[in-house]
C-alpha cells in the first residue's frame, strides 16, 4: 500500500498521506504500481467524461477528456515529451543530447511536439464521443493505465542513460519479474472491459500497438543516448496514451 500511495502522490497531484522523506528503494518498489495509478487518473477521468457526456457536446467533451489527465498529473509527462523531443532530434552527439535534455528551457521540437500530440489526441476523443460514450469512457478509462505500463516495460528493459537522477532509482529496482507483475495488474484493470465485448478487442489493439511504439521509442533513444532518462519515461506515457486512444477510435469505427 506504501508502495502504490508512493507512486500515486510522485505522478500525479493527489496526495493522500504526508510523504516527508522520498528513498530510493521507495521509488523503486513503487514502479510495479504504476498502472493502478493509470486506473485512479483513468476512473476519475471516465467519471467526468460519462457526466458530461450527458450534455451533448462532444467537442467540450473531448477538450475535458485531452486536459483532465494532465491537470490530475500535473503535466509531468509534458515536460518529458518535450524536452526528449528537443534533445533526441537536435542531430547532436551523445553528450549536447543530454545537456539540451536536462535543460528546462522549451526548444522547437518540444513545442511541436506537444501540439501535435495535443491535435491528435484531443481531435480523436472528440470523433470518440461522437462515436459512443461506452467506448470513450473506455478509452478514457483504459488508456492512462496502458501508458504506464508502457513506462514500467521501458524502465525494465532499457538501460538508464544518466549514470544520476530521478529515473535512476525507477531504473535500479526494477526487474523483468517488475514487467510481469504491471503486465497482470493490467490485464486484471482491464477485465470489466470484457463485458463490453468489442471494447476489450479495442483495449487489446490498443496495449499492442503502444507496445509497438514505446519499443521503437526506447530503441531510437539507446541508440542515440546509450539508454533511456526519466525525460524518455514521460514521452513514453504522452506518446503511449496518444497512440492508445487513437487506436481504440479506429477500431472501434472498423468495427460498427
Known sequence: MVSFLIGL?????????????????????????????GAVVGA????????????????????????????????????????????LL???????????MKDSRTGSFGVTALLLTALLEGAALVELARLSAEILCAAVYASPIIARLMMVVTIGAFPYARPDGMGKAFA???????????????????????????????????????LLMTWRLAKFST????????????????????VATVTFLLTANAMR
Open 172 to 210: 535500479m529496482f526494477t526487474t523483468r519479474r517488475t514487467i510481469f507483475f504491471a503486465a497482470a495488474e493490467t490485464f486484471l484493470l482491464l477485465v470489466p472491459l470484457m463485458f463490453g465485448g468489442k471494447i476489450f478487442l479495442c483495449a487489446a489493439f490498443a496495449t499492442a500497438t503502444a
Open 223 to 242: 541508440e542515440k543516448i546509450g539508454g533511456v532518462t526519466g525525460d524518455i519515461y514521460g514521452a513514453v506515457t504522452m506518446l503511449a496514451e496518444l
Open 9 to 37: 502522490q510522485f505522478l500525479t497531484r493527489i496526495n493522500l498521506v504526508r510523504q516527508d522523506e522520498w528513498t530510493q528503494q521507495g521509488f523503486g518498489a513503487s514502479v510495479k504500481f504504476f498502472p493502478a495509478v
Open 44 to 87: 476519475i477521468c471516465a467519471a467526468v467524461v460519462f457526466l458530461l457526456q450527458l450534455t451533448g457536446l462532444p467537442l467540450l467533451t473531448g477538450a475535458v477528456a485531452f486536459a483532465l489527465p494532465i491537470i490530475l498529473t500535473g503535466g509531468i509527462h509534458c515536460d518529458g515529451l518535450a524536452d526528449s523531443a528537443d534533445g
Open 90 to 100: 537536435s542531430g547532436r552527439e551523445r553528450e549536447k543530447i543530454l545537456v539540451i
